[in-house]
């Protein structure tokens, strides 16, 4: 079973920044947070990972709660091309334990 | 390639058959894992290899499921006797285990159809 929960779906505007909560209450000290997106017909992307500080790259913004018990990623100026389902995952150094939940699926509108 | 490659990116097959999957990943990564996805699910963790160690097939829904990877690099994930129920996308995934974390690269899958 996931060990993180989120939102079924979600919508954007398009040119609007996208937040994407996740919850994982349960996580380890050495269980980083993942998050990976899947467009439609196509294998998943990573996205970002962190495992405490807040993380930031070409694509996304990861914010870890302090007691990293949540997350949320953010897509900074979403475009139509962002829709897609998006992935959080909760897993250790080595990531055999992966398991994708159903996601939240997110639409950016025009 | 750079990235991981699968073949074939059909197949369609009759009810009984048995298939083979190709994954080819990442050169370098030494983690090799194959995950199925059923129309409008999130993905299923079937088996995973690292190095010379045992793969964990803790995930192959039934014996009519396996998988080998040859020379720490190819991998083929076999089902015998095809049912109907083994309709998806099958995912295969490298990463480079050694560093601090483990990132998964995708494959863009094999769509298998039994009829």
């Known amino acids: 079973d996931a060990k993180t929960t989120q939102p079924t779906s979600m919508d954007c505007a398009e040119g609007r920044a996208a937040n994407l909560p996740c919850n994982h209450s349960?996580?380890?000290?050495?269980?980083?947070v993942y998050w990976y997106r899947q467009i439609h017909s196509q294998g998943p992307q990573y996205i970002i990972h962190?495992?405490?500080n807040n993380e930031t790259n070409e694509m996304a913004s990861l914010i870890i709660t302090e007691d990293r018990k949540s997350s949320t990623l953010i897509l900074p100026h979403a475009t139509l091309r962002d829709t897609a389902v998006y992935y959080c995952i909760v897993a250790d150094n080595y990531g055999q334990n992966f398991v994708f939940g159903p996601g939240t699926r997110l639409s950016v509108l025009p | 390639g750079a990235g991981v490659s699968q073949s074939p990116s059909n197949k369609v097959t009759e009810k009984g058959k048995d298939v083979e999957l190709r994954c080819d990943p990442i050169?370098?990564?030494?983690?090799l894992y194959w995950y199925r996805q059923s129309l409008g699910q999130g993905l299923e963790f079937l088996i995973y290899?690292?190095?010379?160690?045992?793969?964990?097939k803790s995930g192959l829904p039934s014996d009519r499921f396996s998988a080998e990877r040859t020379g720490g690099s190819v991998s083929t994930l076999t089902i015998q006797r095809t049912q109907q129920e083994d309709s998806a996308v099958y995912l295969c995934?490298?990463?480079?285990?050694?560093?601090?974390?483990?990132?998964?690269?995708f494959g863009p899958g094999t769509r298998l159809t039994v009829l």
């Open positions: 050169s370098g990564h030494t983690a």
């Open positions: 962190g495992l405490k």
């Open positions: 995934a490298s990463s480079w285990v050694g560093g601090t974390t483990d990132t998964q690269y």
């Open positions: 290899f690292q190095g010379n160690s045992a793969p964990d």
């Open positions: 349960t996580i380890s000290g050495n269980e980083y």
